[in-house]
């Protein structure tokens, strides 16, 4: 009988130590990944930042296989901003307008204002608004050299005098010249506006207004014969006999 206690003993454990053939690969596999580390730390580029981010698939494609983005609606505080200064405001040599609060500004106000743009029988740009909160159209005609009429006109359904917040205009800020000889100051009646023509091709405009009912405004060619500065103003008699609190004689001064 073979005494198996002996044959215990006797052989070598193969629990608790590992072979030798063992101990050699993972010494090899040890050594073949630090080899590889120092590979990689070697062939980075010395300003590389980091790890090169991975980008997804969508955005590597060309620009042009893209579908173009739908523009975002603009903003309600930016269509609120304040709007552009009209084209016959004195500029810069850079085409800035100068509003007085840099070193070149003070020579940009110098300067001729220019006339606004002249195309064939347009004179002016038609553009957008979008009132505030105390907005009423007689403030938005008188600040943008409009007739209360004619913004009327181009925005009908518009409470002209509650238009409300964010509310969308059109400036009627292009103006159809009038069938007449363009020399001089011409005044378009019915459009209540004034169109003075300059000898260089320019074109002036503004909001006029004219005589009420009873006080028409004479029609036909006239010419200016005299100019005087802070003149004294004598009203009629058909103007005191409407109010006669208006003195016989009104000096030159604010009242006049």
């Known amino acids: 009988m073979l005494d198996l206690a002996c044959l215990r003993r006797s052989a070598p454990s193969r629990v608790f130590a590992p072979p030798r053939r063992r101990r050699l690969a993972a010494l090899a596999l040890a050594l073949a990944l630090l080899l590889v580390a120092v590979g990689l730390c070697r062939g980075a580029p010395a300003d590389a930042a980091g790890p090169t981010p991975l980008i ?23 269509s609120l901003a304040p709007p552009t200064a ?33 195309k064939g029988d347009i004179v002016g740009e038609m553009r957008d608004y979008y009132t505030w909160t105390s907005d009423t159209l007689l403030d938005i005609a008188r600040g943008e050299e409009l007739g209360l009429i004619n913004l ?38 019915a459009e209540l506006r004034l169109y003075l023509f300059e000898p260089n091709g320019g074109v002036w405009t503004f909001p006029i207004g004219v005589g009420r009912d009873g006080f028409s405004t004479p029609l036909g060619r006239t010419k200016v014969v005299r100019k005087k500065e802070g003149p004294t103003w004598i009203p009629t008699a058909a103007k005191r006999a409407e109010d006669p609190e208006v003195p016989a004689v009104v000096p030159p001064g604010p009242d006049n």
Not at 95 to 118: H, I, K, N
């Open 56 to 78: 997804p698939q969508a955005q590597q494609a060309p620009a042009s296989t893209q579908a173009p983005a739908s523009p975002a609606p603009p903003s309600f505080e930016a």
């Open 86 to 118: 009209p084209s016959h405001l004195p500029t810069t040599a850079q085409g800035e307008v100068g509003d007085g609060s840099g070193d070149g500004d003070a020579d940009a106000l110098d300067e001729t204002p220019q006339p606004p743009p002249l």
């Open 152 to 189: 009327m006109s181009a925005n009908p359904g518009v409470d002209p005098w509650l238009p409300g917040k964010g509310t969308h205009l059109i400036l009627p800020t292009a103006h159809i010249l009038p069938d007449a000889p363009r020399t001089g100051i011409v005044i378009n009646v």
